[in-house]
């Protein structure tokens, strides 16, 4: 009995003492934040054709879709052009915020609504990263993905710092933007809910993110034994490595699912399959660079092989790390580019950033060093020290306490 209990223990203590993948968990914050920020900005000029009230889908037709779906969208709260606008604009905002790392537990919940309230507005508009997109966003916000990389960890690790040397800090002092930003969401909350805006599952989902936020500034700020914070820290860091294993596990499924269904198409099976697109206007922003690649038809075979082999083995390659990590940046690359040959630039950065999260935690270590060393050298004063990026084997100073920091990480 006990050579499965210590296993099974050592298990449960390493789920539930820390939150796993920091690094990996930051990278796709930054991926999908950047991505959906890009797309937002891009498809400004055209909106209102998009998702405005005034579009193809009339407001009309996606509020009887959403009334059968139950999907949420915020757009169907009114028609009018002004909160139209009011909704784009918290769309790009929160992303530009969950991006750098400011205030990552409310920025990823309002990036989630400014995802769906667009996608579930017009769901004709997308080119199959809106779907990875929509799906990682949800995930999102179960992850505690400001722990690197970000405003949130910069302004902990100062305030670590001060606390430790007996000083008293604006980061170390008490913070007011969080409860501030916490009561203002409550009233919206509040407001839409008493208007019947909000309802069936979406109302629990969004009074229940918003009660914990409060219950973990006040457990923060107000406990006077540790064993409450240390209970929520045990129940976050369960939280984020399961949604971790979920974006892990939707990754694998995607590749999966489409190696699978290749398998399944005669083109894909005789090796001509890549050859079409090449020959689609819409898929052909570069017809020289397309036509250049169709003219070769070992090439095409190839590619079209290849993408089939390495769609369906890449799961199976998780349990061995040099073999994904060659297959990780074959997928990478294959996706790179399909943004410049066949024009899907959003498709193609969702998919790397969905990969991302494979990534091993050394190279992601070694890439936060070179953005310290780039930023260094284009800035004057020396290279500082990214936000949460400690040197590896350093400790937090002896007899001071991480701060457990509410609202942001």
């Known amino acids: 009995m006990n050579r499965f209990a210590v296993p099974v223990s050592r298990g449960i203590a390493r789920v539930t003492d ?99 309230s667009l996608q579930n507005r017009s769901i004709f508009m997308g080119d199959g990263g809106d779907n990875v997109i929509h799906l990682m966003a949800i995930y999102l916000v179960g992850t505690r993905c400001g722990q690197v990389w970000s405003l949130d960890a910069r302004r902990a690790r100062l305030a670590g710092e001060a606390r430790a040397r007996g000083e008293a800090s604006r980061a170390a002092g008490p913070d007011r933007v969080g409860p501030v930003l916490w009561s203002g969401l409550g009233l919206l909350l509040a407001a839409v809910t ?120 890449f799961p199976f390659t998780l349990f061995n790390r040099r073999v994904k990590n060659v297959l990780l940046a074959v997928m990478m690359t294959e996706h790179a580019v399909i943004a410049v040959v066949l024009g899907l630039p959003f498709f193609s950065l969702a998919m790397i950033a969905a990969d991302s999260v494979f990534l091993p935690t050394s190279f992601l270590r070694r890439l936060g060093g070179l953005a310290v060393r780039v930023r260094g050298r284009l800035l004057p004063g020396g290279a500082p020290e990214l936000p949460g990026q400690r040197a590896r084997g350093s400790r937090t100073p002896e007899g001071s306490e991480e701060p457990h920091v509410g609202f942001p990480a």
């Not at 229940?208 to 064993?227: D, H, I, M, S």
Request: with cysteine; hydrophobic share 55%.
């Open 18 to 116: 820390a939150a796993l993948g920091p690094y990996q968990a930051a990278v796709i914050r930054i991926g999908f934040a950047a991505t959906w920020l890009l797309f937002l900005l891009r498809e400004f000029p055209n909106r209102q054709e998009m998702y405005g009230p005034d579009g193809p889908w009339s407001w009309g037709l996606a509020r009887r879709l959403v009334a059968d779906n139950h999907a949420f969208t915020a757009l169907m709260w009114s028609d009018s052009q002004v909160w139209f606008e009011i909704v784009y604009a918290v769309a790009v905002l929160s992303s530009v915020l969950l991006l750098v790392g400011w205030r990552t537990r409310t920025m990823s919940v309002l990036f989630m609504v400014g995802v769906l």
């Open 194 to 313: 008493f208007a019947g805006d909000l309802g069936g599952g979406w109302l629990t989902v969004f009074w229940g993110l918003w009660a914990v936020q409060g219950l973990w500034w006040a457990v923060g700020r107000r406990a006077r034994t540790l064993q409450p914070r240390i209970l929520l820290d045990v129940v976050a860091n369960t939280v984020h490595n399961a949604a971790l294993f979920v974006i892990m596990a939707e990754a694998c499924l995607i590749y999966a699912t489409a190696g699978w269904y290749k398998i399944q198409g005669s083109r894909w099976q005789d090796g001509t399959a890549v050859y079409y697109p090449l020959h689609l206007d819409y898929f052909s922003p570069w017809p020289a660079l397309s036509d250049l690649l169709a003219a070769h038809g070992t090439i095409v075979m190839l590619v079209t092989y290849g993408t089939v082999v390495v769609q369906v083995a």
